[in-house]
T-cell receptor, first 113, second 109 residues
Framework: SQTIHQWPATLVQPVGSPLSLECTVE??????LYWYRQAAGRGLQLLFY??????ISSEVPQNLSASRPQDRQFILSSKKLLLSDSGFYLC????????????FGQGTRLTVV | SQQGEEDPQALSIQEGENATMNCSYK?????LQWYRQNSGRGLVHLIL?????REKHSGRLRVTLDTSKKSSSLLITASRAADTASYFC?????????FGKGTRLSVIA
């Protein structure tokens, strides 16, 4: 069966510090991978998605970046965090075909102080 | 890509009542999906309805799709306190899933 792992669960970082959130998927190959951000009490904002290794599409210009060094690994990074980067970050995967559901990790609560 | 928009933003009902949430979108879709999110957790897929389907059932869930009106509804029958969560619709028009802002459902015991 397929599983998705996302860590850490919570993170408190000072303004200006770097960020690295990791997401890995098991039990499937060549998944579509996604990073979403959810502000408190708000909807999901799509940040990045990837349809293959090294292929990253950005939906929102910001100081975040994403990388996919391996087929089932998706990393969200920042060189210098801003206060506005605080939020709940969710990684998700889906199969490459249309008409399929997405599977979400448990999320990372990031607080930038 | 496009964003579904859920309505109402918040809904509070008594246990045992039915809860109805609506989703509207703007362009043609391949399918529409509904997800649930418990507070502080990831989203969980509830049901997918294809563009050529009009209604779909799963347990206490009933989803309808009206492509002419570009809208969908999610009905939860005989609600329980455990149904308290946020519910999101998501559309996929050959681009990544894009979610609306959700409906926050509170079921009061």
């Amino acid at each position: 069966s397929q599983t998705i792992h996302q860590w850490p669960a919570t993170l408190v970082q000072p303004v200006g510090s770097p960020l690295s959130l990791e997401c890995t998927v098991e039990g499937t190959s060549n998944p579509n991978l996604y990073w979403y951000r959810q502000a408190a009490g708000r909807g999901l904002q799509l940040l990045f998605y990837s349809v293959g290794i090294g292929q990253i599409s950005s939906e929102v210009p910001q100081n975040l970046s994403a990388s996919r060094p391996q087929d089932r690994q998706f990393i969200l990074s920042s060189k210098k965090l801003l206060l506005s980067d605080s939020g709940f970050y969710l990684c998700a995967w889906s199969t490459i075909s249309v008409n399929t559901e997405a599977f979400f990790g448990q999320g990372t609560r990031l607080t930038v102080v | 890509s496009q964003q579904g928009e859920e309505d109402p933003q918040a809904l509070s009902i008594q246990e045992g009542e039915n809860a109805t949430m609506n989703c509207s979108y703007k362009t043609s879709i391949n399918n529409l999906q509904w997800y649930r999110q418990n507070s502080g957790r990831g989203l969980v897929h509830l049901i997918l309805i294809r563009s050529n389907e009009r209604e779909k059932h799963s347990g206490r869930l009933r989803v309808t799709l009206d492509t002419s009106k570009k809208s969908s509804s999610l009905l939860i029958t005989a609600s329980r306190a455990a149904d308290t969560a946020s519910y999101f619709c998501a559309t996929d028009d050959d681009t990544p899933l894009v979610f609306g802002k959700g409906t926050r459902l509170s079921v009061i015991a």
